[in-house]
């Protein structure tokens, strides 16, 4: 069982930069892959970037690259989520997730472990 919560989320105008960030307590957290996942009113959640256990290994959706970095401190329990140039549809819950897979990988079923989500709203 890993807990993870999320904090960091706001208001931000378009343009604009956040950083999320993912506090996880419980098992080992180097023995997990990490991920951000969002959810905007009305569509389904869907991937915005993974993180292997050795932070070596990312994976991107199309929609943000260049423009978010996933990070992770395994010293910490932490993993971070950079947003730069946010833009009006950036603007969803965004959830941590945690999973064993052996794999990096980037759908939400690979996912055991998930956060509460947390706010990010981008206006113009």
């Known amino acids: 069982q890993v807990l993870l919560v999320e904090s960091g989320g706001g208001l931000v105008q378009a343009g604009g930069s956040l950083r999320l960030s993912c506090a996880a307590s419980g098992r080992t957290f180097s023995n997990y892959i990490m991920a951000w996942f969002r959810q905007a009113p009305g569509k389904e959640r869907e991937f915005v970037a993974s993180?292997?256990?050795?932070?070596?290994?990312?994976l991107y959706a199309d929609s943000v690259k260049g423009r978010f970095t996933i990070s992770r401190d395994n010293a910490k329990n932490t993993v971070a989520l950079q947003m730069n140039s946010l833009k009006l549809e950036d603007t969803a819950v965004y959830y941590c997730?945690?999973?064993?897979?052996?794999?990096?990988?980037?759908?939400?079923?690979?996912?055991?472990?998930w956060g509460q989500g947390t706010q990010v709203t981008v206006s113009s």
């Open positions: 997730a945690a999973s064993n897979s052996p794999f990096i990988g980037t759908t939400t079923a690979m996912f055991g472990y």
């Open positions: 993180i292997g256990r050795s932070g070596v290994s990312k």
